[in-house]
């Protein structure tokens, strides 16, 4: 049995385990005797509960029980910015963290990579993700559990550029030192696939030169970027960021929705004193800032919650507050506007073998302002092929051209076995994806109701300009040659003529809600319009100079700050996490810093 302790060295370190892990095993024996098993605690961490462990209720007079009194900083939404602010926070100030889903450890959709399409479609009200559809017809998709965007994302790591940190005015050496922060605990090194590398060599024969290896940093040329999922395919989240909190000064509420800020409006300035949220249960609570000076609300509920927050909570424009009967604390015309996401269009290459599963993990960053990225394969179960989501599905046809009501579970059916053969092989394949960097198109975000549950309106307006129409032409152009290269073609064994063919099945494919004409892969232009969707980097909707200051605090009212992608003007790198966790632990070093000085001890 313990064949392996035959080697002097392996019984060495035999020894030496043992000898550590005595202490351990005596005491767990010695607990056992008292009958006391340690307990499993499916939160991970002591300061995460859930909301219904919260004392005040808005139904009485707030009442603190000393545990719940205030605090210094109420943080909505534990997402991949709120994570590691609060954390950092933490280290000095008394922290509330208020996230309205469940945690991600204990979620298997959340925890493996391959899960990822898997998670996505799961659109129960459990689910991690929570769907919508953009009034553009593209299939989107938003976070809602601890560690946010982070926990349902393809795990794809990438720094921003020089010039979007100068363009930000951060400090430099701040954001040198607050990336690998995030990196030590949470990214790696991706195990690179023989399609991933196929698509490396493709993309240098094309011209996407030189070559820049594995490296977090944006550089122009080909890289293999990080991935915040381990060789294990086990996922890593901003919520692992907690483990740098201070657990004292913490307390992290799950199932915690925020339904508004409430403000002090009887000053010159509406002033911040705390938030009204609701628990697992429906019941409501108040959570309240601490009077002392410098004491904040920090909104981090991401590109669409953030907005969405701000106008509940009376802050937005006015004809929109009055439309649903919200109160108006401060007109801002500009919450909820500047809403953008990048366009991605893609070229499905079908395969009749299912191909080894890859989320991103080799990129092209041109000097033309897009990216090439790869998609590969789907994971083990079958069924995740024919689940109806976006880009991932082969049973989208029939919301595109099936009225809503006729949406049978036998015509989903139908469709499934009429189309199995042909899209069976392209949702087995791959698809090749180009992206553009910086859409001029802009559009917007308003509320439908006043009910924080439900998804707002969001229109993206992809393609409004015509630049960036144009943009999405010369991509596809420089994607046709990528799946003509030779290297291309040797490992796919497919042959030139069927690019026609991919054109038209991704065509086919209806990967979103939107009409499709006929001149489709005759018209690169038309191509671009109708097979849009999302690469899920949207952003805006808060942002620096009109909702907020360049430190993030929300212009015209005392005690609110914006620390999430919502504040961003442009999707930082090839992909923004990177750049969100790592605005959370700077953000939250300035504050320590400008509040404390050189006692902050950051
Ligand atoms: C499917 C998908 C794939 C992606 N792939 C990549 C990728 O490979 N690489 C990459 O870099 N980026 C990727 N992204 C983008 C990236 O994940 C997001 O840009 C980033 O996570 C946004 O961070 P955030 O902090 O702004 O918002 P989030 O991370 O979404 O955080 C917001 C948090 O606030 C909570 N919240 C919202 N409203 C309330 C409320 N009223 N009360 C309490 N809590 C609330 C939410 O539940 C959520 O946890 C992807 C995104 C998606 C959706």
Known sequence: MFWFLQSPMALKLFLFALLISLPTSLSSTASKGKEQKP???????KFIDKASTFASSSSSSFSSNGRDSTYDYIVIGGGTAGCPLAATLSRNFSVLVLERGGVPFTNANVSFLRNFHIGLADTSASSASQAFVSTDGVYNARARVLGGGSCINAGFYSRADAAFVKRAGWDPKLVNESYPWVEREIVHQPKLTLWQKALRDSLLEVGVRPFNGFTYDHVSGTKIGGTIFDRFGRRHTAAELLAYANPQKLRVLIYATVQKIVFDTSGTRPRVTGVIFKDENGNQHQALLSNRQGSEVILSSGAIGSPQMLMLSGIGPKKELQRLKIPLVLENEHVGKGMADNPMNTILVPSKQPIEQS???????????????????????????????????????????????QRRPEATQAYIRRNKYQLHEAFNGSFILEKLAYPISRGHLSLLNTNVDDNPSVTFNYFKHPVDLQRCVEAIRLVSK??????????????????????????????????????????????????????????GGCLVGKVVSPDRKVLGVNRLRVIDGSTFDESPGTNPQATVMMMGRYMGVKILRKRLGNKAGV
């Open 359 to 405: 989320l991103i993990q080799t990129v092209g960053i041109t000097k033309m302002g897009v990216y090439v990225e790869a998609s590969t394969g789907f994971g083990q179960s079958p069924e995740s092929i024919h689940t109806h989501y976006g880009v991932m599905s082969d049973k989208n046809e029939l919301f595109s051209t099936i009225p809503a009501k």
């Open 39 to 45: 307990k499993f605690n499916p939160y991970r961490y």
């Open 482 to 539: 990528v799946v003509t290269s030779k290297r291309f073609l040797n490992y796919t064994q497919c042959d030139k003529q069927n690019v026609h063919e991919m054109l038209s099945l991704s065509v086919k494919a209806n990967i979103n809600l939107r009409p499709k004409q006929v001149n489709d892969t005759k018209s690169m232009a038309q191509f671009c319009k109708d097979t849009v969707v999302t690469i899920w980097h949207y952003h």
